[in-house]
């Protein structure tokens, strides 16, 4: 079975970066298109990025455009997100998710459409 783990998550100021990983244990990992969703205490789990098989398509939401980036390497099985200039209201339990279909070509910003799951980290950001 697929296995998805996040890491990099911490406790950062704002203005701070981090950078969270996910690593596939699949073989497939350069078939999935690739998202990021967080959720916040008290809150719905709401999309942050995605990359498509394809590294040239990329989705952002509107919250972090500009100071997030995602990126992959297929051959490491693993996707990053890069989030700079980091603010309070980033504060929440990130996850990394995948689309081993092709759900996401019709949509990418809906949790629905993506298969698999990572557990989660935690981003704190304190001001």
């Known amino acids: 079975q697929v296995r998805l783990v996040e890491s990099g998550g911490g406790l950062v100021q704002a203005g701070d970066s981090l950078t969270l990983s996910c690593v596939s244990s699949?073989?497939?990992?350069?078939?999935?298109?690739m998202g990021w969703f967080r959720q916040a205490p008290g809150k719905e789990r709401e999309f942050v990025a995605h990359i498509g098989w394809s590294f040239r398509n990329k989705h952002y939401a509107d919250s972090v455009k500009d100071r997030f980036t995602i990126s992959r390497d297929n051959f490491k099985n693993t996707v990053w997100l890069q989030m700079n200039n980091l603010k309070r209201e980033d504060t929440a339990v990130y996850y990394c998710?995948?689309?081993?279909?092709?759900?996401?070509?019709?949509?990418?910003?809906?949790?629905?459409?993506?298969?698999?799951w990572g557990q989660g980290t935690q981003v704190t950001v304190s001001v």
């Open positions: 699949g073989d497939d990992f350069r078939n999935y298109a």
């Open positions: 998710a995948a689309d081993s279909g092709w759900s996401t070509t019709v949509s990418p910003l809906y949790a629905t459409n993506y298969d698999l």
